[in-house]
């Protein structure tokens, strides 16, 4: 498998009030082209900081203070460096946990589709841009494109809303989508739901995916292999299978055995 990102001891540290907060401490992890790589941990662990650090969407205060970020072999990020405007939307896409902040609510989805592909598709014409438009809500699994396509996005189902947003993240043809806790505000169903069109756009455009859940279960579920964060470090990485069966680090036991069961 060819090997799309890669984060190689990333330090990232922000300025607080008492001085320096690290937020992340020397994180490694890889990612191949067609790929789903998960990033589990409780809240706090340093998940949304390491999927805002590949696309350069960190705060003010938060500065990298070591290590690298490349795609597709060349360097985005390092201290001192920032290439990420360049990625960010076009070979990067992004799905929010809730749809809204990925969806313009006042705009129909025609027209937030076209504005994405305008924005990085330079020169695309108008019969390209609905030709790509129906495809990508057809790629989406979505039956009615036209219905769909002239609808804000309050006059949609939660999960439709949040297969727009994977639709517009996908758009550009990305070769690298980041997912953080997409599926979280979604009931049960349309959660296995988002999860198999995840799996079937993996398989079909031969993405890599950057899952990041603190649902362990919901990770082992979806993705080839796991990174276990806590506390700023990626404390353990493996095929997803073995990070169930044979957790190796105390961490990740106790995040399993915080999992409620049926017996
Ligand atoms: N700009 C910032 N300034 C100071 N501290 C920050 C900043 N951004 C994040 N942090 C702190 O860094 C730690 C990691 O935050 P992060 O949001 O990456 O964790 P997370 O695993 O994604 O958690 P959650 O699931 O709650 O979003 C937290 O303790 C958070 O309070």
Request: proline letters at 3%.
């Amino acid at each position: 498998m060819s090997e799309l990102l890669n984060v190689s001891g990333l330090s990232i540290t922000a300025r607080v009030s008492r001085g320096e907060l690290r937020l992340l401490d020397r994180v490694d992890l890889t990612i191949g082209r067609g790929e789903i790589v998960g990033v589990v941990g409780e809240s706090g662990s340093g998940k949304t900081t390491l999927s805002r650090a590949v696309i350069g969407l960190l705060d003010r205060n938060v500065r990298v203070d070591g290590g690298s970020i490349s795609l597709s072999g060349e360097q985005i990020v390092a201290p001192g460096v920032d290439r990420t405007a360049q990625i960010r939307g076009s070979a990067v896409g992004m799905v929010f946990q809730d749809a809204s902040r990925s969806l313009n609510p006042l705009m129909k989805v025609r027209a937030q589709l076209a504005e994405v592909l305008r924005r990085h598709v330079p020169g695309i014409g108008k019969q390209e841009i609905e030709r790509r438009s129906v495809e990508v809500l057809e790629q989406m699994r979505i039956s009615d494109a036209a219905r769909v396509l002239s609808s804000y996005p309050h006059q949609l189902s939660g999960g439709l809303r949040q297969r727009v947003a994977i639709g517009l993240a996908v758009v550009t043809r990305p070769s690298l989508v980041i997912a953080d806790e997409c599926t979280t505000a979604l009931d049960v169903t349309t959660q296995t739901k988002v999860v198999e069109l995840f799996r079937t756009l993996v398989g079909e455009l031969g993405i890599g995916l950057l899952f990041v859940t603190h649902d362990l279960m919901l990770a082992s579920d979806l993705c080839d292999r796991i990174a276990v964060m806590n506390g700023g470090r990626v404390v353990e990485t493996g095929p997803a299978m073995q990070i169930l069966d044979r957790p190796e680090h105390d961490y990740t036991r106790r995040l399993l055995a915080a999992i409620p069961t049926w017996t």
